[in-house]
């Protein structure tokens, strides 16, 4: 048990790491992992074993999609998210487009590239995480990174912002 | 570039970005890229952008925890969280009562299946959000069953999904288009959210329906004037597999007395 604990303990700075590219907003990206450690603590009775790191990253992976979900029905809400809004957070103009071109992705693909990219998970493991079979991973991954080159390449396609 | 005259597939030209190429193919790709200029300029591309990627939120991983996270303080019943939750809450439901009020002003009596359904998959997508409040009265209950079947009108029971890992939180009244509504939330220990709706219907009966709506989706059927929607994630062959089981058990419903209906609408409260 108390290597349960010591494991999502360990695993904190990952998650915020990762809900942040996520989301892009800090408050909202440190709200989602605080629901996601207490859920985890919640149901750790649920926990049998294997990886805590990939069982956290599932927990945040859904509670993101639920909250996505929930926008969906509230285009007026969402046109808040603008990519023209200031950039709060990087002066530096690279990043700022990395997170727009993030921004223009498919939830399912965001979330495929960043699980490899910026977490390391493997592909078996980020299949685990989406509950999909490892070849969507793969053209899950193959997608994105085709659409952010376009984006980067200043062929802005008409497609409706993701947050 | 699955074919013959090219060994080296797209997979492993991502797996190579990646780090998680086998050592021994490691020599072939590599070769390959020499010969390949736009393949090899694809692979610096995904490099370029993963470092970006890295370069802007990486530092966020090297943070100390703040101490909002602190596990202890979670588990003593998390004061911290509860505000959390409370924002959740106000901003589920600025957008979510604003759709119920344009939906009751255009309520006209007869409703089709359509509208049914749809009114279903609104309260799932409104409520799976809610990390506090997703249901009004748990579970474990007494009255839980004995209040929702008494405004609905008719005996209801919420299915035993736990053969789906699906385990039943709660569940609320709601406003529906024939008379209140009764919605049921389950969920899996990894936080997939699945509801269970009940409400008068006035269609004939029907076999199970399934609809979808963006990434969530939803299996509608009418038994005995009453309509079932189960609604979850869009994956078509476990919601209705779902929504299967869901139907057996209702099917075995103890029938209901059209007199305990009349008393029950009467009663109201």
């Not at chain 1, 956290?56 to 509670?63: E, S």
């Amino acid at each position: 048990m108390g290597g349960f604990r010591q494991g999502v303990e360990a695993t904190v700075p990952a998650l915020r790491r990762y809900a942040r590219a996520l989301t892009r907003d800090a408050e909202l990206a440190d709200d989602l992992v605080q629901d996601t450690l207490v859920r985890a603590l919640r149901s750790e009775h649920l926990f049998h074993g294997g990886d805590v790191r990939s069982w956290l990253y599932t927990i945040l992976t859904n509670l993101n999609r639920n909250r996505l979900r929930a926008l969906a029905r509230r285009p007026i809400m969402t046109a808040i998210e603008d990519n023209d809004a200031p950039d709060m957070a990087g002066p530096e103009a690279g990043g700022r487009d990395i997170e727009r071109a993030l921004a223009t992705l498919v939830e399912d693909q965001r979330t495929a590239l960043l699980l490899v990219v910026l977490e390391g998970l493997t592909y078996r493991e980020v299949a685990e995480v989406q509950g999909v079979p490892i070849g969507t991973v793969m053209s899950r991954l193959s997608r994105a990174r085709m659409q952010i080159k376009d984006y980067l390449d200043g062929k802005r396609p008409a497609l409706r912002r993701v947050k | 570039m699955i074919d013959r005259n090219s060994p080296v597939t797209t997979d492993e030209l991502h797996a190579y970005v990646d780090g998680v190429l086998p050592a021994d193919r490691r020599d072939a790709v590599e070769a390959w890229l020499a010969t390949h200029p736009e393949d090899a300029a694809h692979v610096a591309e995904w490099r370029a952008q993963a470092d970006a990627i890295r370069a802007r939120y990486g530092a966020v991983g090297q943070e100390p925890a703040p101490e909002r996270f602190d596990l202890k303080r979670l588990t003593r019943s998390g004061r911290g969280w509860r505000a959390v939750a409370a924002a959740a809450l106000i901003a589920a439901l600025v957008g979510g009562i604003a759709g119920w009020l344009a939906h009751g002003a255009a309520a006209v009596a007869q409703y089709g299946l359509e509208q049914f359904t749809s009114e279903a998959l609104n309260a799932h997508k409104l409520y799976i959000a809610e990390v506090r409040h997703p249901i009004e009265v748990r579970a474990g209950e007494e009255h839980l069953m004995p209040w929702l079947s008494l405004r609905v009108g008719t005996t209801l029971r919420a299915p035993n999904l736990e053969s789906y890992s699906l385990k039943l939180l709660g569940g609320r009244l709601l406003p529906g288009l024939n008379g209140p509504a009764a919605l049921f939330m389950y969920e899996t220990p990894t936080g997939e959210r699945y509801t269970f709706y009940c409400s008068r219907s006035n269609a004939a009966r029907t076999a199970l329906r399934y609809n979808t709506a963006g990434d969530a989706a939803a299996v509608l059927w009418v038994e005995s004037d009453i309509g079932y929607v189960v609604s979850g994630p869009a994956e078509r062959s476990r919601l209705l597999d779902i929504a299967q089981t869901a139907y057996q058990q209702m099917e075995s419903r103890p029938p209901t007395r059209s007199t305990e209906n009349q008393v029950s609408s009467r009663r109201g409260s």
